[in-house]
Structures are given as C-alpha cells and as structure tokens.
C-alpha cells in the first residue's frame, strides 16, 4: 500500500488546568488515503474534536501537542515552525466547524470570506476572487456572482454550511477535516451536505477526516472508522467490518444501543451501563473496564494497545470469541 | 402489527389549530395552520419534523404555555385554551412537557433534592424527602442524588431529573420536546428504555416529538409527520415509518441515515433539493411542492387535503392520493 497522505501517531495534546496539565488525547493513532474519508466516531469529552483541532494545528490557548507526529505526506507537521504551519494550515488541511454562523464572520461579505484566505496564501486578489466565484458554484450555490455580495445572516443554514466547505476547498487542500459539519442541520440538508463531499472527495481526491457522534452518518460516509474513547483510539476499522464485526466492546454497545427496524417495537433497548470516565481519574487498566461486560484481570491492570484482529485492530485484550453472551434481561442482538 | 388495547378514551384532542407570530421584519410568521390530531389514553403519538415545522409550537400549545388563534386543544376532555385559573392549574397538573436541555432550566445554584421539592410545594403537594426520594427512583436514581448539584450529573441524569420533575404533579400525559437528541448515543437508549418503562408502569399518554424518526419508529404507537406548520402524514407506526406515502416522509425516510453501511446510498431521486421555504412567505398550494420529486401544476394551486389512505392511514398529497384511486379502479 502506498503512503497514506495523511498519518497520526502517538498524538498526545494536553490542556493546562488549575489542578495541572490535563491530557485530552493520549496516544492518538490513524491514518486515511487520498480520496479516501475516514469518520472520527466518539462522545462527548471522548477527544474527538481535539484530534480534529491537533490535525489542522488549530488548537485553543491553552491546549498543545506534547508528543506525536501528524504526517502530511511524510513532513511531520508538529515539529514545523510558525510561520510554515500557518502556510500548512488552511492551503494543505482545510477545517470545516460544526456551526456555520459562528465560524463566518457576520460583518464580512461572502466574497470577501473566501478570498481572504486565499490571500493570506499568496494567491492575487483578481486570482483569487476568479477562484472565489468557481468554488462557490462548486459547492452548489446559486449564481455565485451574487452571492458574492451577501452577507452571512442573509443565507440560510445550510448555504452556510456550503460557504463555510467553499472556504475549506478553495486553497485546493490535501486534507479536509470536518468537525461534525452536520450536526445543526435538519437531516434533509445534512444528507445533501453528505453527498456534496463526497463529490468533492472523488472529484478532487482529498483526502476527508469526518468527526461525528452520529454512527447513521458512518455509514453513509466512511471508508473507514476511528472509534475514540477516553482519548485513544479504541478500534480502527473499514467501515463494513466495524458494523459487522465489532471487535472492541464498546463499538459493541454503541451499536446495539441504536434502535434499527429489526427490533422488536417498544421493547428495551441493549444499554451500555455506566458512565464515560473522567479524564482526570483514569483507572490503571482499560479505560472502558469498569463498564466492560467482558473484563478479564488482564483488563483492570494494563492498558491494552491496538491489537490486530481480523482486519481490524482494537484496543482490547479480549478476543471476540471469548466474549460473554449478551446478559440476560437484556435483549440482545444476534 | 395489530395496536396495542386502549380504552378508546381519548387524552388529548386538537382541532383546527392555527397559531400566528408576530415578528419584527418577517412579518407574521405561521407556526401552525389548522393542524387537528388525537391521541388515546396510554398511547404515544411520535410527532416528526424539522426546523420550523410546527411541532415545538404545538408542544406549547397542549402544555398551554401558548393559546391557539383559532381551534381548540382539549386535554382528558376539558378545553385547556379557555381554561381559567383553578382549572388551569389542574388540568396543568395532567399534562407536563419535558425539554431537550433540562440544564438550562435547573438552578445552578440550587441542589437537585431542593428543586423537586420546589416544584411539589408550587403544586401544594406533599414535599418532604420521602416523595423526592421516591421521585428519583421512579426515574432510576439514587436518593442520594438529591444532595447534588445540575454541574454535578451527567446528561443523561440531568435529562432522568427534567423527567423527575414533570412526574413529580403525577400527571397522566406527558409532551416530550426533543428528549434525547442532546443525549449521547449510549446514554440515549436507557433515557429510551427509562420513558417505555414509565410508560407502562404509571400508564401515561406520550407526546414524542423528535426529528429523528428511528427513535419515534421505536417508541411510537402513531406518528405524525409535519412540514411548515401541517401534519402531512398520520397513520400507525409501522405504516408512516416503513411504507410511507408522503413524498415528504419518504424523503425524511432516507435522509436518516442508518447505520447499516451495507444499505446503498439513497436513490438521487428521493434526495430532495432546497431547503425549508420561510415560514413566514409559505408556499402556494401544496407547501412541499417546491421540493417535492413528484410535484404537478395542480400542487402549485391547490392545498391537498388530509385524506385516508388505508383504515387510521391518512396523507395529504394529491398525486399519491389520485394514484391510489386509479389503481382502486382498476382492481375494482
């Protein structure tokens, strides 16, 4: 296999907290190809955006990489300085946030967002307005020529959305990272959101980091999955096996959890237990342990790496065959 | 899937709804425009739709929290929207709403045993710890939950806690805004099972509005699907969610995703184009047309009216609906 355009490894980002550092990410791994897209699945205070956020070396104050390479193309984009990062970020990696209205600048002309950042990479400004009214029209908005003129809070939510993956697209990056980029929209615009990025995947063949919470758009979307926990990446797979075959217990639970149209109606659902653990109180062992119906000794005591299993690798000492069978009173899924 | 035995009494009778707002620059703005729904006793009516369509105004309306213009909105048979004072406050004491962020209407500052027990003097009822201990358990709680703080509880039991507090008046309905979708996925089904549960032990009458129509097909006896201020789509739960009629719904159907990677991507030509019209300037004729994959002249003019499809199944779209009289034709 070729090189992955995009490669994480042992990626650890702390945050300062009055009580001392605080780390978020604790050994972050993956990898994703060219026009490939891969979804970053995780709840909340899992670590998912603040894998999006070291990626694109758009990191708040406060928070910062501590160990860990984030290799674009090979060139490891954590050890750069300032100023070459800054040329990295947004012409090589574009970032697409969850809300369109906050991360658009309200006083500022459609038009003008865009070719800003252009700018700011050394495109002319006549280049870059040519560039400006192409790429609107790409992201399917209508006559972008006029567009051009409006301002945000004249568009609706998901033309902002469209400017925002516009602005993302236009430097003609390698990478794009979209920070659950559907979550505010109603579901008839999430799917034409879903779909515009897919185009704009195969026709440019940029390489797509997806964080999302929800696993109905992993399916739609990824060709593979990161599912984070507590930081880490608990299991990395293709999209069909994870959802097939889990072989971490917690994809497990999440995806027996879902209501689907095979279960029985109104009855109870397969409920994980417990709660997410605190970043702060780690247990010595497996972070999922204490809510883990299939725990050994071993999984009280270390922590497991990614473990390959069948095409996938997880983050678990236990095999799927020696799982237990799902608890009684729970209805299980076969 | 035959449904499941009521008494037939009916808990909540809508009619003819029809709700205005008034707002600065947009003019008057149609939240609701003659929307008419029933709902059994012990039943619950899954409500669907997205921004704008009506179905968080018509939680306001049953709760009272809103009058309607025009219609009536009738609660264990007795019209809440003319209801005065004393009866008011009884027939508040019926029908309770639970949000989608219980957080933002908890008390920082105020312990959680504290504010249930708020809530039961407001009513002047019993308010000692006792009930607020039983209170919590009924919801899947410790009683030593009372001693905590909102900062203090996870999402899913602050969410357990707005639970707690709308039982605490023991009424017999409950309308549901949106209750888990703020929830995370592994937290979502036990707020699911926790409503089921209660459902079946204290025989309460559900409102359950969400946009996603995979929980409202899970919990759901009868849905209803809404788009800009009418139900366009009612009927039992297996048939609106499985074997929709409504261009509308069918588009809602495949836009959720699943998550069963093995299913193709939607066909394009359900994949609806544009967005919600302003509620403000609503389409002629058939609000959906300008949307719609199957849109006529006649949808451009002419509103489509609610009309049975199969037995409790009704839809309002005059193309499905001049589809299945010609093909009532034919095998007549």
Known sequence: MSEPILAVRGLHTAIRTPSGPLEILRGVDLEVDRGETLAVVGESGSGKSFTALSIAGLLPAGAEVTSGQVLLEGRDLVALREPERRTVRGAEVGMVYQDPMTSLNPMMRIGRQVTEGLQAHGWSKDAARDRAVTVLGEVGLPSPQALMRLYPHQLSGGMRQRVLIACAIAPRPKVLIADEPTTALDVTIQQQIIQLVARLRDEYGIAVVWITHDLGVVARIADRVAVVYAGRVTELARTRSLFATPHHPYTDGLLRSLPTPGDPHQAPLPQIGGSPVALSALPPGCPFAPRCAHRQDRCDTEEPPLIDRAGSRAACWVPREDWHAPSAGVTGRA | ?332
């Open chain 2, 1 to 332: 899937m035959p449904d499941r035995p009521t008494s037939g009494e009916i808990a909540i009778d809508v009619r003819d709804v029809v709700k205005h707002y008034r707002t600065p620059g947009r003019g008057e703005v149609q939240a609701l425009d003659r929307v008419s729904v029933s709902v059994e006793r012990g039943q619950v009516l899954g409500v669907v739709g997205e921004s704008g369509c009506g179905k968080s105004t018509l939680a306001r309306l049953l709760t009272r929290l809103e009058r309607p213009d025009s219609g009536s909105v009738e609660i264990l048979g007795r019209r809440i929207d003319l209801a005065k004072r004393g009866e008011l406050r009884e027939l508040r004491r019926g029908i309770q709403l639970v949000f989608q962020d219980p957080y933002a209407s908890l008390d920082p500052r105020q312990r959680i045993g504290a504010a249930l027990a708020e809530v039961l003097s407001v009513h002047r009822l019993p308010s000692g710890d006792g009930r607020v201990g039983e209170l919590l358990e009924t919801v899947g709680l410790p009683p030593s939950t009372a001693g905590r703080y909102p900062h203090q509880l996870s999402g899913g039991q602050r969410q357990r806690i707005g639970i707690a507090r709308a039982l605490a008046v023991q009424p017999q309905i409950l309308v549901l805004d949106e209750p888990v979708s703020a929830l995370d996925v592994s937290v979502r089904a036990e707020i699911i099972n926790l409503l089921v549960r209660l459902r079946d032990e204290l025989g309460l009458t559900f409102v359950f509005i969400s946009h996603d129509l995979g929980v409202v097909r899970h919990l759901a006896d009868r849905i209803a699907v809404m788009y800009l201020g009418k139900i366009v789509e009612y009927g039992p739960w297996d048939v609106v969610s499985d074997t929709p009629g409504h261009p509308y719904t069918r588009a809602l159907q495949t836009a959720v995703p699943i998550a069963d990677p093995g299913l193709d991507a939607p066909p394009t030509e359900l994949v609806v184009t544009g967005e919600v019209p302003d509620a403000a300037d609503p389409p002629s004729g058939c609000r959906f047309h300008p949307r719609c994959p199957l849109a006529e002249d006649r949808c451009r003019s002419v509103e489509p009216l609610m009309l049975p499809a199969s037995g409790r199944h009704r839809l309002a779209c005059h193309v499905v609906q001049s589809e299945a009289a010609t093909a009532d034709g034919t095998n007549g």
